[in-house]
C-alpha cells in the first residue's frame, strides 16, 4: 500500500478506514474519501502508538497498521541520493571542501541505515554538524568557562555531573565532547556505545573516527525521531537545535544550513 493523507481517494482509503475502525479508532463511514474523520482517526492511532502525530498515513503507519508499503514506496522516501557534496558545500560555505568529499558519505550512509534519509532528517543532521563542528571533521570539545573552573583542570566541571552519568576525575575529560554530535557524558558513551556494539567506555576516543561519529550522530537522531519531526513540522528550529544540545548554541549556524538546504533541495 502507498501512504495515503487527506484528500485521497480509492479502495486504499476504504481498507485503511476498515483497520482504523477494526482497532477501535471510528474514522465514520468506510467511503473510500480521506476527509477529516479518517484524519482524526489516524492521528488518534498514531498518538496511541507513540508515532509522529500528524494524520499522514506514512511507512510507519502503514507497518504499525498491519500494512505492507509497496517497495517503490519505501525507496521513495530517501532523498539521499539528492545529496551531492556540491550542495553541501552551500550549506558550509567556510570549511573546506576535502573534509565534505571524506565524510559525507559516511555520514549519509548512517542516516541511510537508520531509515532517515528523508529531507527533514538529513537537513537536521547535516545543520548539527554545521553547528557543532563547523569544518565537517569530528572533534573534541574545546575548554571554555562551562566545563572548565577557573584555574581547574580541563573539564573538571563535568567531573561529577550527574546529569551526564560521570562518577569523578577524570571523568569529566575522559567523556568530554566528541565526535560530529559532540557525544557527552559517561552515561551517553555508555548507552550509545552498547547500541553500537563499540566500548566507548574503555576507548572513548574512538567516537572521533569519522564513521563511528557517522554512526553515533545518525543513532542520537533516531532516538530523538519523533521529537525532532514534530518541531520541524512546526518550523520550530530552536526547539529542534534544543532536542540535540539542549539549548541554543550555535543556533544561528544550525539556521543558516538548514534553511538553505532546505532551498536547494526543494529545488
Same mark, same amino acid.
Not at 37 to 49: C, D, L, M, N, R
Not at 89 to 99: G, H, K
Not at 153 to 167: A, E, M, S, T, V
Given at each position: 500500500?502507498?501512504?495515503?493523507?487527506?484528500?485521497?481517494?480509492?479502495?486504499?482509503?476504504?481498507?485503511?478506514?476498515?483497520?482504523?475502525?477494526?482497532?477501535?479508532?471510528?474514522?465514520?463511514? *468506510?467511503?473510500?474519501?480521506?476527509?477529516?474523520?479518517?484524519?482524526?482517526? *489516524?492521528?488518534?492511532?498514531?498518538?496511541?502508538?507513540?508515532?509522529?502525530?500528524?494524520?499522514? *498515513?506514512?511507512?510507519?503507519?502503514? %507497518?504499525?497498521?498491519?500494512?505492507?508499503?509497496?517497495?517503490?514506496?519505501?525507496?521513495?522516501?530517501?532523498?539521499?541520493?539528492?545529496?551531492?557534496?556540491?550542495?553541501?558545500?552551500?550549506?558550509?560555505?567556510?570549511?573546506?571542501?576535502?573534509?565534505?568529499?571524506?565524510?559525507?558519505?559516511?555520514?549519509?550512509?548512517?542516516?541511510?541505515?537508520?531509515?532517515?534519509?528523508?529531507?527533514?532528517?538529513?537537513?537536521?543532521?547535516?545543520?548539527?554538524?554545521?553547528?557543532?563542528?563547523?569544518?565537517?571533521?569530528?572533534?573534541?570539545?574545546?575548554?571554555? +568557562?562551562?566545563?572548565?573552573?577557573?584555574?581547574?583542570?580541563?573539564?573538571?566541571?563535568?567531573?561529577?555531573?550527574?546529569? %551526564?552519568?560521570?562518577?569523578?576525575?577524570?571523568?569529566?575529560?575522559?567523556?568530554?565532547?566528541?565526535?560530529?554530535?559532540?557525544?557527552?557524558?559517561?552515561?551517553?558513551?555508555?548507552?550509545?556505545?552498547?547500541?553500537?556494539?563499540?566500548?566507548?567506555?574503555?576507548?572513548?576516543?574512538?567516537?572521533?573516527?569519522?564513521?563511528?561519529?557517522?554512526?553515533?550522530?545518525?543513532?542520537?537522531?533516531?532516538?530523538?525521531?519523533?521529537?525532532? +519531526?514534530?518541531?520541524?513540522?512546526?518550523?520550530?528550529? +530552536?526547539?529542534?537545535?534544543?532536542?540535540?544540545?539542549?539549548?541554543?548554541?550555535?543556533?544561528?549556524?544550525?539556521?543558516?544550513?538548514?534553511?538553505?538546504?532546505?532551498?536547494? %533541495?526543494?529545488?
Amino acid at each position: 500500500m502507498k501512504p495515503l493523507k487527506i484528500d485521497d481517494f480509492g479502495p486504499d482509503v476504504a481498507l485503511l478506514q476498515q483497520r482504523l475502525k477494526a482497532l477501535g479508532f471510528n474514522p465514520g463511514k *468506510v467511503d473510500q474519501d480521506f476527509g477529516t474523520g479518517t484524519e482524526a482517526a *489516524v492521528i488518534a492511532f498514531q498518538k496511541s502508538e507513540g508515532l509522529l502525530a500528524n494524520g499522514i *498515513v506514512d511507512i510507519k503507519t502503514l %507497518l504499525a497498521l498491519g500494512f505492507e508499503p509497496e517497495p517503490e514506496t519505501v525507496a521513495a522516501h530517501s532523498i539521499i541520493q539528492n545529496v551531492t557534496v556540491g550542495l553541501v558545500s552551500r550549506m558550509f560555505p567556510a570549511t573546506p571542501l576535502d573534509n565534505i568529499k571524506k565524510n559525507l558519505p559516511a555520514v549519509l550512509g548512517a542516516l541511510e541505515k537508520q531509515q532517515l534519509g528523508d529531507r527533514n532528517m538529513i537537513l537536521m543532521a547535516l545543520s548539527t554538524i554545521r553547528a557543532e563542528t563547523a569544518g565537517f571533521v569530528p572533534i573534541d570539545e574545546g575548554k571554555s +568557562r562551562f566545563n572548565t573552573s577557573p584555574g581547574g583542570k580541563p573539564f573538571d566541571l563535568y567531573d561529577h555531573r550527574k546529569d %551526564l552519568g560521570n562518577q569523578g576525575p577524570p571523568d569529566g575529560s575522559q567523556f568530554k565532547g566528541r565526535g560530529f554530535i559532540q557525544l557527552t557524558g559517561r552515561s551517553n558513551y555508555k548507552t550509545i556505545g552498547d547500541k553500537l556494539k563499540i566500548d566507548l567506555i574503555t576507548n572513548p576516543t574512538k567516537a572521533n573516527d569519522p564513521q563511528i561519529a557517522a554512526d553515533i550522530l545518525a543513532l542520537f537522531l533516531k532516538t530523538k525521531e519523533r521529537q525532532i +519531526r514534530e518541531a520541524l513540522i512546526d518550523d520550530d528550529l +530552536r526547539q529542534a537545535r534544543r532536542l540535540v544540545n539542549g539549548g541554543s548554541h550555535g543556533l544561528a549556524e544550525f539556521t543558516d544550513a538548514f534553511r538553505t538546504g532546505e532551498r536547494l %533541495l526543494s529545488a
